[in-house]
């Protein structure tokens, strides 16, 4: 039983379309987040959610929407996709106190032509 | 803002020992770390907390300097396995929910 599931492992899309990306933790955890890792391998924050809150956005674009109808999922929504976007998304969930670890999503290869 | 890692790659023969770096600008509660293999997710490795509270891997031994805002990974006698992207994850003292990643060190072990 995934801990945390992600879908889909990879997408291909054109420039200037929209794409979703979803993110479910079967953990209990309170705090999921949305992480891009571009082709040099830096793993860089965008989003994190408390409690379907809101907690953090790290100047990411606006065309970037990020959606938890409830603290087991986490989905990100991206419009008028760029050939920037180009990485891998990967979704985490930690639990509620500051000693533990975050489990990731298998991540999703977006790639955008 | 990302904590800086060093160093950057490191290629290592089998039975070596390697040291990785993990230097933040601000003020940490607590550093784990992770090491991600090509095409996967990052996979949690140890915990190092402020007081010197340490949790995880059995096989590698990590040190956290509070007041330096360092912490260092140690990698013996290393295997075939190791080989990977390794990457420190650090909060603030400031909050729980900015959890952010270092820059990552390549790590290869050869035959």
């Known amino acids: 039983d995934t801990a945390v599931s992600q879908t889909p492992k990879y997408l291909v899309t054109q420039m200037g379309n929209d794409k979703s990306i979803k993110c479910e933790q079967n953990?209990?955890?309170?705090?999921m987040y949305w992480y891009k890792q571009d082709s040099k391998k830096f793993l860089k924050i965008m989003f994190s959610?408390?409690?379907?809150?809101?907690?953090i956005n790290e100047t990411v674009p606006n065309r970037f929407s990020p959606k938890s109808p409830d603290k087991a999922h986490l989905n990100l929504h991206i419009n008028s996709l760029e050939l920037g976007d180009s990485a891998v998304y990967f979704c985490?969930?930690?639990?509620?106190?500051?000693?533990?670890?975050?489990?990731f999503g298998q991540g999703t290869r977006l790639t955008v032509v | 803002q990302q904590p800086v890692q060093s160093p950057q790659a490191v290629i290592l023969r089998e039975g070596e020992d390697a040291v990785i770096n993990c230097s933040s600008s601000?003020?940490?509660?607590?550093v784990h770390w992770y090491r991600q293999k090509h095409g996967e997710a990052p996979v949690f490795l140890m915990i190092?907390?402020?007081?010197?509270e340490q949790k995880g891997h059995d096989k590698i031994s990590a040190s956290f300097n509070e007041k330096k805002q360092q912490s260092s990974l140690y990698l013996t006698a290393s295997q075939l396995s190791y080989s990977g992207t390794y990457f420190c994850?650090?909060?603030?003292?400031?909050?729980?929910?900015?959890?952010?990643f270092g820059t990552g060190t390549r790590l290869k072990v050869l035959a």
């Open positions: 985490a969930s930690r639990g509620g106190t500051r000693d533990t670890e975050a489990f």
């Open positions: 953990l209990g955890h309170d705090t």
């Open positions: 959610y408390n409690n379907k809150e809101l907690i």
């Open positions: 601000k003020a940490l509660y607590s």
């Open positions: 190092l907390l402020k007081g010197g």
């Open positions: 994850g650090t909060e603030s003292t400031s909050g729980t929910y900015k959890y952010i």
